[in-house]
C-alpha cells in the first residue's frame, strides 16, 4: 500500500502550544478585563463576509484589498472573504442590525483573521487581533478614552517600557485633500528616484509613500511637505483637543507627521505603538479615526474611532508568562485508591481547587509530574492512608509532610 503522506499545516498558519498558548491567552484575558473597566461590550463577529465589505471601506488601493484578501466564491456562487480586520465587518453589523441607538456604542472583539502576506517573525497568514471600536462619537473625547484604554492594557501586559504612542493627525477631508495635492506634486517633482512600488503608490495611494520603508524613498519622504500647513482651523483644534486629553490623562505620546494609516478611510487621529523589539515587525497596536467609513458602506453619517492590536506580537513582548501551577497532584498507590482519589479531587475541583492525577508510573515519574506541573502539593492516597480516612500531603515548596484528614483536605491544600 502507498504510504499515506501526513498533511503539512498551511503556510503562515501556526499551531499554538504550550507556551505560547499561556502568553495568547494572558493577552486576551487582561484585554477582557481592562475593556470592562472602560465600558467596551464584547461582540462576537463571522469570520468571512461579502467581498464588498472590505473591497468598499478599505478601499481598492489598499494592500490588503489589492494583494492579500483571502477570496472565494461560496457554492451559492457569492463572493465571501475571510476577515482580513474587524473594522469593516463591525461597521456592517452596525448598519444591518440598526444599532443607531446605541451610539455612542463602545465595542471589543478578538479573533483571527487573514492575510495573504509573505510569513515572517509576527507576521503571518492567519494571525489574531484585539480590536475596539467607538462608533458614533465625533468628539475628540472618544479618541482620547480609546488610547487611554490602549495604554492601560500595554501597562497591564508590562509591556509599556519601550513602546512608543506615536501620533498624527490625518486632518478632515478637506484638509487631507489639500495635503494629499502638494504630496503628488513634491512626488512627481522626485518620481525617478522613488523605489518602483512608490511610483505605483503614487498613482495609487500617494500618502503611502510617506512610511516607506524602502531606503531610497527616505530622503524623498522626510522631506515631503508635512500636513500641518494644509490643516484647517477645525483641525487644528481638534488635534489639539487629543493631545490636551492625552496629556491630562498621563498618556505619553509624541508626534510622528510621517504616520499615515494604509487604509483610505482614516481622518483626523492615526496612531501607532511601536517597538524596535520585533524587527521590521514593530508596530503592536495601531488605529485612528476612521468618520468616511460608514458612508462608503452605503450607512448614514457616522463618526467612528478604533483601534487593534496583534496579539502573537503582543505575545512576544511579555516576559516568561507565569503559569498559575496547579493546586495538588495526586498520586493512588493501591487497589480501590484511584476511585477514592478521583471521588476526592472531583469534590475539591467543585470547591475551586485545581488539581491532577498522576495515575501512571513509579513513584519518581510521578513526583517528577508534580515537580513539571508547578503543583504546590503531592497528595497520595494509599490503602492504609484510606482505611483511617487520612491522606499524605506534601508541601513541594518547604518539603514538608503530614497526614490530613480527607474531611480537611480542601483546607490544607488552600492554606
Ligand atoms: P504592518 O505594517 O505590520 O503590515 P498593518 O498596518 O497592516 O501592519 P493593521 O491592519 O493596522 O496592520 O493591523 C493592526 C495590528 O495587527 C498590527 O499592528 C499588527 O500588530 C497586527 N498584524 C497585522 N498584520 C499582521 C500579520 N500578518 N501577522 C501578525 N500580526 C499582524
Ligand atoms: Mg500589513
Redesign the pocket.
Known amino acids: 500500500m502507498a504510504k499515506i503522506q501526513t498533511p503539512q499545516p498551511v503556510r ?1 498558519t501556526q499551531d499554538i502550544f504550550g507556551e505560547d498558548q499561556e502568553r495568547f491567552s494572558h493577552v486576551v484575558e487582561t484585554f477582557e478585563r481592562v475593556r470592562r473597566l472602560y465600558g467596551f461590550k464584547g461582540v462576537e463577529m463571522p469570520v468571512f463576509e461579502p467581498t464588498a465589505v472590505f473591497a468598499r471601506s478599505l478601499g481598492e488601493t489598499t ?2 484589498v489589492s494583494k492579500e484578501m483571502y477570496s472565494f466564491e461560496d457554492r451559492g456562487g457569492d463572493s465571501l472573504t475571510l476577515r ?2 474587524f473594522t469593516a465587518g463591525i461597521c456592517r453589523a452596525f448598519l444591518s442590525n440598526g444599532w443607531q441607538q446605541h451610539v455612542p456604542l463602545k465595542l471589543s472583539a478578538h479573533g483571527p ?1 487573514f ?1 495573504y ?1 509573505r ?1 515572517q517573525k ?4 492567519q ?3 484585539l480590536d475596539a471600536e467607538i462608533i458614533g462619537a465625533g468628539e475628540a473625547a472618544a479618541d482620547v478614552e480609546l488610547l487611554c484604554f490602549a495604554d492601560q492594557l500595554l501597562k497591564e501586559l508590562g509591556i509599556d517600557q519601550g513602546v512608543t504612542l506615536q501620533l498624527n493627525t490625518l486632518g478632515d477631508a478637506e484638509s487631507r485633500d489639500a495635503w494629499r495635492d502638494a504630496l503628488v506634486e513634491h512626488f512627481r517633482a522626485h518620481r525617478a528616484e522613488l523605489s518602483e512600488d512608490s511610483q505605483d503608490r503614487l498613482e495609487r495611494n500617494p500618502l503611502r509613500i510617506l512610511d516607506s520603508k524602502e531606503r531610497q524613498d527616505r530622503p524623498i519622504a522626510d522631506s515631503a511637505p508635512d500636513i500641518d500647513a494644509y490643516l484647517s482651523s477645525e483641525a487644528k483644534e481638534f488635534f489639539a483637543q487629543v493631545t490636551e486629553g492625552l496629556d491630562a490623562c498621563g498618556v505619553a505620546w509624541t508626534r510622528n507627521s510621517r504616520l499615515v ?3 483610505d478611510y482614516y481622518r483626523h487621529t492615526a496612531f ?2 511601536v517597538t524596535d523589539r520585533l524587527g ?8 485612528g479615526r476612521y468618520d468616511g467609513l460608514m458612508e462608503s458602506l452605503g450607512g448614514p453619517h457616522t463618526p467612528a474611532v478604533g ?8 505575545g512576544m513582548l511579555l516576559e516568561e508568562p507565569k503559569v498559575a501551577g496547579t493546586d495538588a497532584i495526586f498520586i493512588p498507590l493501591g487497589d480501590g485508591c484511584e476511585t477514592a482519589a478521583m471521588k476526592i479531587m472531583a469534590e475539591l475541583r467543585r470547591s475551586g481547587i485545581s488539581c491532577e492525577m498522576a495515575y501512571k508510573g513509579n513513584m519518581k515519574k510521578r513526583m517528577q509530574k508534580a515537580n513539571a506541573a508547578g503543583a504546590a502539593h503531592v497528595v497520595i492516597i494509599g490503602e492504609n492512608e484510606l482505611a483511617n480516612g487520612v491522606a499524605a500531603v506534601k508541601n513541594l515548596a518547604t518539603g514538608d509532610q503530614r497526614e490530613i484528614v480527607l474531611d480537611g483536605l480542601a483546607e490544607a491544600l488552600t492554606a
Request: charged share 25%.
Open positions: 503562515g494592500d490588503v482580513p480586520e483573521l492575510r502576506e510569513p509576527g507576521r503571518y497568514r494571525f489574531h487581533q494609516r494604509g487604509l501607532e505603538f521590521a515587525q514593530g508596530t503592536v497596536l495601531a488605529g483601534w487593534a492590536a496583534g496579539i502573537e506580537r503582543l
